[in-house]
């Protein structure tokens, strides 16, 4: 794997993301996923259901353009609860680990006062680098 991850000195260890990354190759830009599945269908309005489904989305498209999870870079949650994300952090995360792994790329959360679509309780921005072949 080409990626460097970035701690400067003396910084808190980040727990759950990193603070920066390096690397080269190709890019996948996977643009905003939500809870539903491929036919624009949600299944469930629970948090942390939507957050497992929004992730296996990401890892479809990333899979369709030949990149897997610790392809990715960086990732942009959007949410319309701060509170159900930090409340269930630790079901957030054992999801996250489930679908991605123990790949933790620089992320930014966000709480915002809507989504696009009304069902949706979270969205989320991907970007991934396929290093280059030796």
């Not at 036919?39 to 942390?48: A, G, I, K, L, Y």
């Not at 929004?54 to 942009?76: C, G, M, R, S, Y």
């Amino acid at each position: 794997m080409t990626h460097q991850f970035i701690q400067p000195d003396n910084w808190a260890k980040p727990i759950g993301y990193s603070n920066g990354i390096s690397t080269r190759g190709r890019i996948v830009q996977v643009g905003g996923q939500v809870g539903w599945d491929e036919n624009c269908e949600f299944h469930s309005d629970d948090f942390v259901d939507q957050v497992r489904q929004t992730l296996k989305n990401i890892v479809a498209v990333l899979e369709k353009a030949d990149a897997k999870p610790e392809h990715i870079i960086q990732l942009t949650w959007y949410f319309t609860d701060r509170h159900a994300y930090k409340s269930r952090l630790k079901e957030v995360g054992a999801a996250y680990r489930e679908i991605i792994g123990r790949h933790f790329p620089p992320m930014a959360a966000v709480q915002v006062v809507a989504l696009m679509e009304d069902r949706a309780k979270i969205e989320i921005v991907a970007l991934a680098v396929v290093p280059d072949e030796d």
